[in-house]
């Protein structure tokens, strides 16, 4: 009990405590170098290349963001320093000050605005079923996959809304939880599921960087909408005006245009391939009027 | 540290709309509960014979047990089970390989994770129990032969009742370990209680409330491993050996 006691004080301490008292525009400027953090296999958004370096769409957008916060604050010199993150660790790095940005794949939802931030839009995702084009089904017709087996991502959005349509429609689909995208595309590869249901740019990702990617066919039809934010800390509103800033400014320049065109439309580290994916009409509609609404209505 | 904890997110709707979080998480217990102990079953079983074969005369027994041990030891678990659910279903014959692949939700994950975590197990059972056989006096087995006893016979009747009540203790951490190895399960995509928690942390973005549930889940799981691993030490214990000091004690109290 006593120990039980114990704990409780003490998460009651650090937790309610704000350990940040100053903003991290403070920070950055006392330290002279902003954190990234950045996913090491979300292929194109944020990964290593052949030299293990950090790269990718949103990783090179963070570093734009970067050089304009540096110019803002009158900085004479920014360091970036990388650091990688997985879908548990972000948010604790972020709230406990490690990283400044998480620069990947993150959907903006409304329920996570408890706990993050997020910065305008700078990639709208839709839910996409990928198949083997021998599998005789319909990508873009879901109840192509009646009685057959779809693997999503245990837990993730793309699981939740498979099970959901499924149940709607009653196809008898059979939902494979694996552990991520690349062990969603493994079971379709390996004839263990029919189909999986995943974000169109990982699903670019994996197919282009699988060993056939010709036996492969992608889905055009979105079954969903999820815009893609870079991940700001909570309770900080000079900071996410600056990154804000900044991202509006890389979106109205083009810049963000031409990253998208550099990792969606041409050939990609570490291997040279090419996603050959055009950027989505939502997408588009997202730059035009740049915006950080979680609701997926506002991109359709 | 900027976070906004919440114990009352339990009590909120889970990604599918219907359960509430704590409701998922208590799901996740009952596959962790079935997980480990199927797995902990099929491994006390083999691993016995697998002990069996480790300390029997004939020397092509010993090499089978030896081998057998040395596989499954030396192996991670984490590719191990791997090799279960991708690789396992491509080397049998095309119709059963297939069958394993269509087998429906949550079996085709639940069905490699038991097998992976059985025969990882009987590898880990064995050792244990051989160091129980073999720290039993020659003289038993050679009493048990003296009487006409066959082999088997020896070892149904002298040695392995003896060999497991001296491991009892090394068995309680054995069975501990399994509960805590099924989590290796979430990687093949079974929402055992890590997978739950991870869900959890994936849609509610409360990483540390979801991660604290998993903890006290385990904690408590084990907590009665350790219990009921108690009950069996006392009531089991030989007399001069490991636990019989505790056997007389609360005897005597009550006499």
New interface residues.
Partial sequence: MKAICAVTTL??F???????AEGRIDRIKESGAITLGYPESSVPFGYLDAQQKPVGYTVEICEAVSAKIKTSLGLKSLEIHYNPTA??TR??LL???TIDLECGNTTNKA??H???DFAPTTFVAQVVLVARKDGGVDVNDLSTFRGK?IAAQ????T??LI??LNAQHDYGI??????DTA?TF?MVS???AAGSANDDGLAYGAVASSKNPEDFVIGTHGLELAPYGILE???DPEFKKLVDTAVVELIKDGTVEKLYDKYFNSPIPPRGINLKYPMSAALKKALANPTDSPDPANYE | MNYDWSWRIFLELSSNGVDSYLHKLLIGVGWTLALSLSAGFIALIFGSVVAVLRTARPVWLQLIGTVYVEIFRNIPLLVQMFLWYFVLPELLPKDWGDALKQMGQPWGQFIPAVLCLSFYGTARLAETLRAGIQSLPGGQRQAGTAMGLTPVQVYRYVIMPQAYRVVIPPLTSEFMGIVKYSSVALTIGLLELTGQARAMQEFSFHIFEAFSAATVGYLLINGCVVLVMHYVERHFALPGRIGWNTRIKLSGAAS
């Fill in positions: 998460a009651a650090v937790f309610s405590a704000h350990a940040f879908s548990a948010i604790p709230a406990n000050g329920d996570r408890t706990l993050v087996t245990a837990g993730g959005q699981f939740k099970s959901m059979s939902v494979a939880p694996a552990k062990e493994l390996s004839g263990r800390p909570k309770d």
